[in-house]
């Protein structure tokens, strides 16, 4: 088995700071996610890679940046905070293939005052 | 763009009954169907999928249902358990594979 870790487990910031939540997993898969749950409207879709130095923008790109430097590791920077956001961001991973299930790490709640 | 929905934002079901998660896409192409499981407090985990050559897969008192036609499919847990309790997300998936759209989740309470 193996374990996909998320930092900070907390973040609190303030409006318009430029904030980095990493990741990091053991499972040695190729794709890894970073996807934003909020109450009421499920998970949606930021970014992905499907191997390192790989990045594909998902629904929601749009205010953040990503990298994937190396295989195990995917970070996440949200560009500018906003005011009064609050929402988990959760990193996941799954190996290369066609349709197989994704393994999701703990996430990261993010406050914004 | 593409959506999953997901029906059912919360559903209460006695203990020993059937509950019952619908889901519908848009995008024709989608292959894979997966659903996740999300308990109070922690991150969500897989229960079960489905493929787009079969209609119909069963693990244990899980089973899924897909309607190609339709593009719907659904969740059936049968004889339900208080440990069912929990948010279940649906899943969609193109046949590239490399990422999967999830639905809005749905909230189940299993009363005892």
């Known amino acids: 088995g193996g374990i996909i870790t998320q930092t900070p487990k907390f973040l609190i910031g303030q409006e318009g700071q430029k904030l980095t939540l990493k990741c990091q997993q053991n499972?040695?898969?190729?794709?890894m996610y970073w996807y934003r749950q909020d109450s009421g409207k499920g998970l949606r879709l930021i970014y992905y890679s499907i191997t390192e130095n790989d990045l594909q923008k998902g629904d929601l790109s749009e205010g953040y940046d990503a990298s994937r430097e190396k295989k195990s590791s995917f970070s996440l920077t949200v560009t500018s905070a906003q005011k009064n956001e609050m929402a988990v961001f959760l990193c996941?991973?799954?190996?290369?293939?066609?349709?197989?299930?994704?393994?999701f790490g703990k996430g990261t709640r993010l406050t914004v005052v | 763009g593409e959506k999953v929905e997901q029906h059912e934002s919360t559903l209460s079901v006695r203990e020993g009954d059937s509950a019952v998660i619908n889901c519908t896409y848009t995008d024709t192409a989608s292959s894979y169907f997966p659903w996740y499981k999300q308990e109070a407090g922690k991150s969500l985990h897989f229960v079960i999928d489905i493929r787009s050559n079969v209609d119909r897969k069963q693990s244990q008192r899980l089973i899924v249902l897909l309607d190609k036609k339709a593009k719907r499919f659904s969740l059936h847990i049968t004889a339900t358990q208080p440990e069912d309790s929990a948010i279940y997300f649906c899943?969609?998936?193109?046949?590239?594979?490399?990422?999967?759209?999830f639905g809005t989740g749905t909230k189940l309470q299993v009363v005892p």
């Open positions: 899943a969609a998936s193109p046949p590239s594979g490399t990422y999967q759209r």
């Open positions: 996941a991973s799954s190996p290369q293939g066609t349709g197989t299930e994704v393994f």
């Open positions: 499972f040695n898969h190729d794709t």
